[in-house]
Nanobody, 127 residues
Framework: QVQLAESGGRSVQAGGSLRLSCSLSGRKFDDYAVAWFRQAPGQDRTFLAH????????YYGDFVRGRFTISRDDAKSTAFLQMNSLKPDDTAVYYCAADSWRDYRGAYNSADEYRYWGRGTQVTVSS
């Protein structure tokens, strides 16, 4: 069974940077595409970024392109989300999600695409 665990969330000042990590266990990491979503109180879960199982393709939500970068280290079974120029509006719980290449349907920005989810890590950006 696949398990995902996020880490790296904390409180930071506006303009600062954070790197979130998502560790996958239970299956072979490079069989899985990984995505990041976030959810602020009272809002829907929002797509941030996706990286393919090979690492050869990445996609971003419009409002984070240029500020956030997704990457993966297959040797560590871990994906990362580097977040720069953080704003108070970035305050949310950040989730990673994974989907195997066998199940992938191409809807990289849809939460319904991903079978496995972590429990989330809180990011708070203060002005």
């Amino acid at each position: 069974q696949v398990q995902l665990a996020e880490s790296g969330g904390r409180s930071v000042q506006a303009g600062g940077s954070l790197r979130l990590s998502c560790s996958l266990s239970g299956r072979k990491f490079d069989d899985y595409a990984v995505a990041w979503f976030r959810q602020a109180p009272g809002q829907d879960r929002t797509f941030l970024a996706h990286i393919s199982w090979s690492g050869g393709a990445t996609y971003y939500g419009d409002f984070v392109r240029g500020r956030f970068t997704i990457s993966r280290d297959d040797a560590k079974s871990t994906a990362f989300l580097q977040m720069n120029s953080l704003k108070p509006d970035d305050t949310a719980v950040y989730y990673c999600a994974a989907d195997s290449w066998r199940d992938y349907r191409g809807a990289y920005n849809s939460a319904d695409e991903y079978r496995y989810w972590g429990r989330g890590t809180q990011v708070t950006v203060s002005s």
